[in-house]
T-cell receptor
Framework: KQEVTQIPAALSVPEGENLVLNCSFTDSAIYNLQWFRQDPGKGLTSLLLIQSSQREQTSGRLNASLDKSSGRSTLYIAASQPGDSATYLCAVRRVGNDMRFGAGTRLTVKP | DAGVIQSPRHEVTEMGQEVTLRCKPISGHDYLFWYRQTMMRGLELLIYFNNNVPIDDSGMPEDRFSAKMPNASFSTLKIQPSEPRDSAVYFC??????????????FGEGSRLTVL
């Protein structure tokens, strides 16, 4: 069974800092990996999708990398802003197509 | 596109009552997923469908839970009878099998269920 772990569980940084969120998974036979953002009381918003054949994806200040062999992905956020405060979830989709989520990293960016 | 649409957004009911949650996936998406989110257990996959056919329902907690997808544009998740421990936010998500967003999961806003 695929296990997805996110470290740290919570992170607080001052505005302007660059930061890295980590995601690890136990089964390297994945179809893709997706990073989401969730604001309190809201649904999940897709940030970046990395297919299993890709190494990284970028969108604006966000960059996500994937290393299947080591079972790891990182989400890099450059020049963090208070509006980036949210919970960030990593999800891994297996070849069998179901998607498993990590518990998330709760990010607070202080002005 | 309107995105994944769920209803109701909030439901408060009493223990023992039947609850029906509804989902309209994004048009053209081949996969539909039902998730449950709680503080204690995070996001749990309950069941998913491919082309309206249930593929894996191993996450459905008990026989009190059932899900159907009668056509490509509609799915229901039913709980009968409901119990207080079913209180959670239930999310529906859909995903295309081809095209630019192949394999990408799109979520609805969720249905917050409270069982008293």
């Amino acid at each position: 069974k695929q296990e997805v772990t996110q470290i740290p569980a919570a992170l607080s940084v001052p505005e302007g800092e660059n930061l890295v969120l980590n995601c690890s998974f136990t089964d390297s036979a994945i179809y893709n990996l997706q990073w989401f953002r969730q604001d309190p009381g809201k649904g999940l918003t897709s940030l970046l999708l990395i297919q299993s054949s890709q190494r990284e994806q970028t969108s604006g200040r966000l960059n996500a990398s994937l290393d299947k062999s080591s079972g790891r992905s990182t989400l890099y956020i450059a020049a963090s802003q208070p509006g980036d405060s949210a919970t960030y979830l990593c999800a891994v989709r297996r070849v069998g197509n179901d998607m498993r989520f990590g518990a998330g990293t709760r990010l607070t960016v202080k002005p | 596109d309107a995105g994944v649409i769920q209803s109701p957004r909030h439901e408060v009911t009493e223990m023992g009552q039947e609850v029906t949650l509804r989902c309209k996936p994004i048009s053209g998406h081949d996969y539909l997923f039902w998730y449950r989110q709680t503080m204690m257990r995070g996001l749990e996959l309950l069941i998913y469908f491919n082309n309206n056919v249930p593929i894996d329902d191993s996450g459905m907690p008990e026989d009190r839970f059932s899900a159907k997808m009668p056509n490509a544009s509609f799915s229901t998740l039913k709980i009968q009878p409901s119990e207080p421990r079913d209180s959670a936010v239930y999310f529906c998500a859909s995903s295309p099998q081809r095209g630019r967003h192949t394999g990408e999961l799109f979520f609805g806003e969720g249905s917050r269920l409270t069982v008293l």
